[in-house]
C-alpha cells in the first residue's frame, strides 16, 4: 500500500503514515485529503479518493525540530552512494578526522567511502594521507528524514516538503 504526507494545519510536514491510516484519519474527520493519487478506496459504504497528501483540521505542537538520524543509509542517500575520495562505488563510510584522534560521529564528520579509499586512508587524516574530498561533509536539511523514510518522494509531496525548507 501506499504512503501518504500528513501535514500540520499549517501544512508543515509532521510524517509519513500508511494509505490505510490517512483513509483512517480522514473517516475519523481529523484532516481533509490535499492530494490524491486519482484512485478510488471504497467500501461497502463510502468510496473516496486514496490519499498521498492530507492535512490535519487542528494544530499540533512539534515540541522539536526532527532531525535525520546519522546511519549508514543516510549517508549514502547524502552522499549519492559515491566514494568522496574517488568518485567511484562507496561500500562503507569513514570519519574525515579518525575517532581515535578526536574525530565525532556527527554528520560533518562521516562520509561514504569506498574499501581502497578507506584503507589508503587508514588511521590518518585526508591530507596526510594525500587524498581530497570532493565535497565537505554536511548535515542534511530538516525534512531529509521524509526521503529517507520513503525512498523516492512523490511528485505530489515536492510543493510541500519546499515550503518547509
Known sequence: MRSALVLNAT?????VVSARRAVCLVLSDKADIVE?????????????PAPLVI???YVVKVPFHRRTALSRRAIFARDGHRCQYCGGSA???DHVMPRSRGGLHIWENVTAACRPC???KSDRTPEEAGMRLATRPYAPRETAW????VG???EAWKQYLAEAS
Not at 11 to 15: H, V
Not at 36 to 48: E, P
Not at 146 to 149: E, M, V
Open 91 to 93: 561500500d562503507s563510510i
Open 146 to 149: 521524509i526521503t529517507l523514510s
Open 152 to 154: 523516492r518522494v512523490p
Open 36 to 48: 490524491d493519487d486519482g484512485t478510488k478506496v471504497n467500501s461497502a459504504s463510502i468510496s473516496l
Open 55 to 57: 492535512r490535519l483540521r
Open 118 to 120: 578507506n584503507l589508503r
Open 11 to 15: 501544512y508543515e510536514p509532521l510524517s
